[in-house]
């Protein structure tokens, strides 16, 4: 049975058969050609059947010999993430920051940009998602901070930002009040539906739920089609986009806060970083 077979000849045989010759492989590999052919030699002693057969001048790989390249491939690509693993482990750690992407957006770049300045050495993994699973995963410790528009005094944090929930379409929408409202809402469980809802309900304004969708991108290309009106954050939506009010008809929105949380747990110092570097962008904003 085949063993020990070297990673440098799966390289090689790799190069023969992305180059097309032994000879373009050895200038590849910055190696004589006929280092090239021994460790072919070797590799078909390994392997116990030929990897090439000869075809006029050229040689040619035999079945045998694309199978193994297909799965040289493979071995060669894990062990390249195997050293880049080893590489990740001397990283002065990992911090999960979880936050709703409207907000994200709206107040992550610099700040990231900032701690990546000051940490260099430790991974940030993010998660955008809804507020309601961003704290199930604070509650289950898989983030070590998070945003968002749920409050929480369980936890250590703060309000770091309050952005108006507004009533916005596309540029192409043609708003007509006699007309029931077409909204384009997100699926439950979200704040901004709502927040939408009860304000028509309220004000006693017709309404026709025309798209729903899970997720931002969604609601995004919805209003961008001009298919209706949403309810969220100008920061939302990055142009092509119009406010609309009491003009047409619409009542007024609330404010939406936007909290920092962390678990009362003492944070790594990397996360306890992040976590302040946040507060002091909003106290300067």
Same mark, same amino acid.
């Given at each position: 049975m085949p063993s020990n077979v070297?990673?440098?000849?799966?390289?090689?045989?790799?190069?023969?058969?992305?180059?097309?010759?032994?000879?373009?492989?050895?200038?590849?590999?910055?190696?004589?050609?006929?280092?090239?052919?021994?460790?072919?030699?070797?590799?078909?002693?390994?392997?116990?059947?030929?990897?090439?057969?000869?075809? /006029?001048?050229?040689?040619?790989?035999?079945?045998? /010999?694309?199978? +193994?390249?297909?799965? !040289?491939r493979e071995i060669v690509s894990l062990c390249n993430h195997a050293l880049a693993a080893t590489d990740r482990a001397n990283e002065r750690g990992v911090v999960t920051i979880g936050a709703p992407q409207e907000v994200a957006e709206e107040l992550l770049p610099g700040i990231l940009a900032r701690f990546a300045a000051d940490w260099p050495d430790v991974r940030v993994m993010i998660y955008v998602d809804r507020s309601p699973s961003l704290?199930?995963? +604070?509650?289950?410790?898989?983030?070590? +901070?998070?945003?968002?528009?749920?409050?929480?005094?369980?936890?250590?944090?703060?309000?770091? +930002?309050?952005?108006?929930?507004?009533?916005?379409?596309?540029?192409?929408?043609?708003?007509?009040?006699?007309?029931? $409202?077409?909204?384009? $809402?997100?699926?439950?469980?979200?704040?901004?539906?709502?927040?939408?809802?009860?304000? $028509?309900?309220?004000? !006693?304004?017709?309404?026709?739920?025309?798209?729903?969708?899970?997720?931002?991108?969604?609601?995004?290309?919805?209003?961008?089609?001009? $298919? /209706?009106?949403?309810c969220r954050t100008e920061s939302s939506f990055f142009a092509g986009t119009r406010v609309l009010g009491e003009a047409e008809g619409l009542p007024p929105l609330p404010d939406v806060n936007y909290f920092l949380y962390r678990p009362t747990a003492e944070p790594s110092p990397a996360a306890r970083a992040l976590f302040d570097l946040i507060l002091a962008a909003a106290e300067a904003s």
């Open positions: 070297h990673l440098n000849h799966l390289r090689t045989l790799i190069a023969i058969a992305e180059e097309g010759s032994f000879e373009a492989a050895a200038q590849r590999m910055a190696r004589t050609q006929s280092a090239i052919t021994q460790q072919m030699q070797k590799l078909e002693e390994k392997v116990g059947k030929p990897l090439f057969r000869t075809v /006029g001048r050229r040689r040619e790989l035999t079945p045998a /010999g694309r199978t +193994l390249v297909s799965y !040289g704290m199930a995963m +604070l509650e289950e410790r898989r983030l070590d +901070l998070t945003l968002t528009t749920r409050r929480a005094d369980k936890y250590e944090g703060a309000r770091v +930002l309050t952005l108006p929930a507004l009533w916005i379409a596309g540029t192409t929408y043609r708003h007509d009040p006699r007309m029931p $409202l077409p909204l384009i $809402l997100p699926d439950e469980p979200s704040m901004f539906r709502r927040i939408a809802l009860a304000a $028509l309900d309220l004000r !006693g304004v017709l309404y026709v739920e025309r798209i729903t969708s899970p997720v931002l991108g969604g609601v995004r290309l919805s209003v961008a089609a001009g $298919l /209706g009106v949403t």
